[in-house]
């Protein structure tokens, strides 16, 4: 009997060791199985406490007119395990030190009869894991394409989803709340229009997909270190609530050519019973290199206004005339045309910006439709479109560029592509050099439209190889880049943190076009904000928006309570205050929060979360003792109640509260709002109310007790 049993122990440890191996966090929360199955597919599992998050869920890569693939028929040719803990400074960011704390399995597979190998690199964090394929150099395995990458994300039940439809040309969608099974028959109404989308699956979906499981699991699925690859999206087997990741064609159908060696961008898997763990994880930014820039004193984070929203709601227009329908640049005159009146980029308006931000100490200011080629810009697959250095008659490049730097103001240059992106590399380099010889050190990029070369997508190998060469060669004219419509951040900007922003969600502008729903930004950093910050360009104190331009009768979707709150919620080093001067001249009082608020921290303190419904979140500014709290609320009104534990502890501060009057609704009564001073300290216990649509921020200044004087405490 014993040599039975010592002989099934030594068949049980071989089948271990050639076929599986387990991997722990380091906090022994997670676990993560590998294995091969009896045809020798690679497999993973990954559980939270004990709970099955990810079933038994499948690896490899069908590649095209191979008839073998990376699917299986593999043996376990080496197995590594390591661990890795280390401190690293980011340039800006929610916090001023970020850990870097893992533990590593990497497994080598040989394929029988090929003989080529890959290997599989798995990296588990407290908060979840990262894995990605690698291609050693190898004579079997040299150059190949990829019809598609079979990697399979196996759901433990039907979890209510936090999604948008997947797309190839557009992430500017509003978010859809339901459970995976009702994707399907969602997938049509969650599309709405837009300058350039194209669907592939009822039941595709865009990452960073967050879920919630029946037993209050909070997951999230996305990439990292997006790079020579095309993006990845999710597609749903409702049957089984299994994903399986889906790739980006390009124009041929191609999901991506390789040359080895190569790694692909991790796969990650973010789990916790806690929503705030997933709003404060770095495990996207630590999957990505570190910095490539060597001298980075130049990179900035930037508060700022812009001749943006008058144009976005209809007040003024990009073009400066009416009277062409077709431009040629360089041979339509524009010093015969007739101004059309509305032209927002004009001399004096933009000086009244300039103006405006240097009273209220903003550090930039954007310019949209200063250059030319507005009148024709968009819809008729225009190669040459714009030059990017040929200003429109009433736009004084010397003058402007004088006048802001005596006012101490940085100004925004503002590239639109319209998407034709062989033109914008053939003036890349021009159009960097004119920027610094006029004193612009940020540039707002845009990709509207259709994608030129014609057929390509916006988030395709090449594309994203595009966008990645635009944000490397910014580095060069020591430039930050601010990307809309590009492809969503996978924490590039930790390598490249010059990439101080992009849009790449749906922003503040869609409140001008017809709203978007009340609890969008309590969904969105839990998705587009994982792998980087957004130019969510918040602060409209004006949500009728009728009244900027009659025939628009949008409403913004949200309380100015709300408003200020997203200066701490939508975490980004490049923060726009969007609206009008006159419009935040109405309200003195609610702007002075905007003007006080910082942007770059050196610590951040997630107080309560739930998707779709709430996020409250405290940070303390970079280099000094001031806290700001801020808190978006949803769809319900709430009483939020919290201790301020997160303040320096013995200390007293006077702290100004912004909130939603009693009576605030987003719809209603947007601008009812009241200011309150009160005394607190560490061991206060704040009860605050927040109104359908609303929220609440807060400064918190540190005082003496003198200083506290016919205050309240509380």
């Known amino acids: 009997m014993k040599k039975i049993l010592f002989t099934a122990y030594l068949i049980l440890a071989f089948f271990c060791f050639a076929f599986g191996q387990q991997l722990k966090s380091p906090n022994g929360k997670l676990t ?70 893992y533990n590593e399995f990497a497994v080598t597979l040989s394929q029988k009869v090929t003989n080529r190998q890959i290997l599989i690199r798995f990296r588990l ?39 948008i439809a997947g797309d190839y040309d557009t992430q500017e969608y509003d978010y859809t709340t339901s459970k995976l099974s009702e994707i399907r028959g969602f997938a049509a109404k969650a599309r709405t229009e837009n300058l350039s989308q ?71 898997v973010m789990v916790s019973d806690d929503a705030r763990d997933i709003l404060a994880s770095k495990m996207i930014y630590n999957l990505n290199e ?45 010093t015969k045309a007739k101004p059309n009146g509305k032209h927002g980029a004009n001399t004096a308006n933009v000086k009244k910006y300039i103006d405006f931000a240097a009273q209220n100490g903003f550090g930039g200011v954007l310019v949209e439709g200063w250059n030319q080629g507005w009148e024709d810009w968009y819809g ?33 240059m503002h ?22 010889a006029n004193n612009y050190d940020a540039v707002k990029s845009g990709y509207v439209g259709n994608i030129l070369p014609r057929g390509e997508n916006h988030y395709s190998q090449w594309i994203i190889n595009h966008y990645q060469y635009a944000i490397e060669k910014a580095a060069q004219y020591k430039i930050m880049v601010n990307a809309h419509e590009a492809v969503r951040p996978t924490g590039i900007a930790r390598t490249y943190p ?90 003195p009082d609610a702007f002075q929060f905007i003007k006080d608020v910082a942007i770059d921290w050196d610590d951040s303190k997630y107080i309560e979360a739930e998707p779709g419904q709430y996020i409250t979140v405290a940070r303390k500014a970079k280099g000094t003792g001031k806290w700001f709290l801020g808190s978006v609320n949803g769809d319900n009104s709430r009483t939020a109640e919290f201790k301020l534990d997160f303040l320096d502890k013995g200390k007293t501060y006077v702290a100004t509260i912004y909130a939603d009057a009693k009576n605030a609704h987003y719809k209603t009564n947007p601008q009812a709002y009241v200011i309150r001073k009160v005394v607190v ?23 003496d007790k003198a200083q506290t004087k016919g205050l309240k405490k509380l």
């Not at 104190?541 to 701490?568: C, R, W």
């Open 125 to 163: 964090f407290d908060e979840g894991l990262g894995f990605r394929y690698e291609f050693p150099t190898q004579k079997g395995l040299t150059y190949f394409v990829i019809k598609e990458e079979k990697t399979q994300f196996a759901m433990t039940g039907d979890h209510t989803a936090f999604w």
């Open 415 to 436: 590239h639109e592509t319209s998407s034709s992106v062989r033109n914008y590399e053939r003036h890349l380099d021009t159009a960097y050099k004119y920027m610094k």
């Open 198 to 268: 194209t669907a592939f699956s009822p039941t595709g979906v865009q990452t960073s997909l967050m879920m919630k499981s029946a037993d209050g699991l909070y997951i999230n699925l996305h990439e990292a270190a997006l790079i020579n690859y095309p993006c990845m999206h999710l597609n749903l087997d409702d049957k089984n609530m299994v994903f399986e990741s889906w790739l980006t064609p390009d124009m041929k159908g191609d999901k991506g050519y390789i040359q080895v060696p190569f790694n692909t961008p991790w796969r990650t």
């Open 32 to 101: 993560m199985n590998f294995a091969l199955l009896a045809d020798g597919s690679p497999t993973y599992n990954l559980t939270y406490k004990n709970k099955e998050v990810i079933k038994t869920s499948k690896l490899g890569l069908e590649l095209k007119n191979d008839q073998k693939s990376l699917l299986n028929d593999f043996t376990i040719a080496n197995t590594q395990s390591s661990s890795f803990d280390e401190n690293w400074m980011p340039v800006w960011g929610e916090v001023k030190t970020i850990r870097n704390h």
């Open 498 to 587: 010059n990439l101080i922003g992009n849009e790449s969600a749906r922003g503040t502008e869609y409140q001008a076009f017809g709203g978007s729903k009340p609890n969008h930004v309590t969904i969105l950093p839990f998705t587009r904000l994982q792998g980087g910050p957004m130019d969510y360009t918040p602060g409209i104190f004006e949500m009728d928006i009728s009244k900027l331009n009659p025939g628009n009768t949008s409403h913004v979707n949200s309380t100015i309570a709300n408003q200020l709150a997203l200066y701490l919620t939508m975490y980004s080093p490049l923060q726009m205050a969007a609206d009008l001067p006159e419009n935040y001249n109405r309200f």
């Open 290 to 334: 570190p910095c490539k820039i060597e001298d980075t004193s130049w990179i900035k984070p930037v508060k700022y206004v812009g001749v943006w929203w008058e144009m976005i709601t209809g007040k003024s227009s990009w073009a400066y005339t009416d009277d062409f329908p077709s431009v040629q640049l360089g041979i339509t005159d524009y």
């Open 681 to 703: 300290t560490a061991q206060t216990k704040l009860s605050q109310f927040a109104a359908p649509g609303g929220g609440f921020s807060i400064s918190f200044l540190e005082v």
């Open 380 to 412: 008729n697959s225009k190669d040459y479109v714009f030059d990017f250095v040929t200003p429109y008659p009433d736009f004084n490049m010397a003058e402007i560029r004088d006048y802001a730097k005596s006012k101490g103001i940085k100004m925004i």
